[in-house]
Nanobody, 115 residues
Framework: QVQLVESGGGLVQPGGSLRLSCTAS????????MGWYRQAPGMQRELVAS???????NYVDSVKGRFTISRDNAKNAVYLQMNSLKPEDTAVYYC?????????WGQGTQVTVSS
C-alpha cells in the first residue's frame, strides 16, 4: 500500500509563499503522474496541479502563474511552490496520483492565508 506524507504548510500573509513537499513509498513512483489536490472547508477536493512522468505540468486556472509543481524521482518526492498566495488558497493540501488517486490519502498539510 502506498503511503503519502505531506508537509510544509502553515500560516502566511496574502502575497506570501510556501513550498509543500510530499514523499511517497513505492518503487515505481517514477512512472506515476502525481498531483496536488486541495480541499477547503465545505468544498469538494480539487486537483490544482499535476506533473507527468515526463515532467509535463498542468494547473487549474486559479493557480496558473503562481504555483509550480516539480518532482524528484530519486527521492520519491513531489513539490508545490506557491507564490503570491491569496486567502482563497486556504485549504488542506494533499498529494496523490493522477488521474486515479490511491485509495489511501495522506494526512494533508494545512495552508492558511490570512492577514
Amino acid at each position: 500500500q502506498v503511503q503519502l506524507v505531506e508537509s510544509g504548510g502553515g500560516l502566511v500573509q496574502p502575497g506570501g509563499s510556501l513550498r509543500l513537499s510530499c514523499t511517497a513509498s513505492g518503487s515505481i513512483f517514477r512512472i506515476w503522474t502525481m498531483g496536488w489536490y486541495r480541499q477547503a472547508p465545505g468544498m469538494q477536493r480539487e486537483l490544482v496541479a499535476s506533473i507527468s512522468n515526463g515532467d509535463n505540468t498542468n494547473y487549474v486556472d486559479s493557480v496558473k502563474g503562481r504555483f509550480t509543481i516539480s518532482r524528484d524521482n530519486a527521492k520519491n518526492a513531489v513539490y508545490l511552490q506557491m507564490n503570491s498566495l491569496k486567502p482563497e488558497d486556504t485549504a488542506v493540501y494533499y498529494c496523490n496520483r493522477v488521474p486515479v488517486p490511491f485509495s489511501s490519502w495522506g494526512q494533508g498539510t494545512q495552508v492558511t492565508v490570512s492577514s
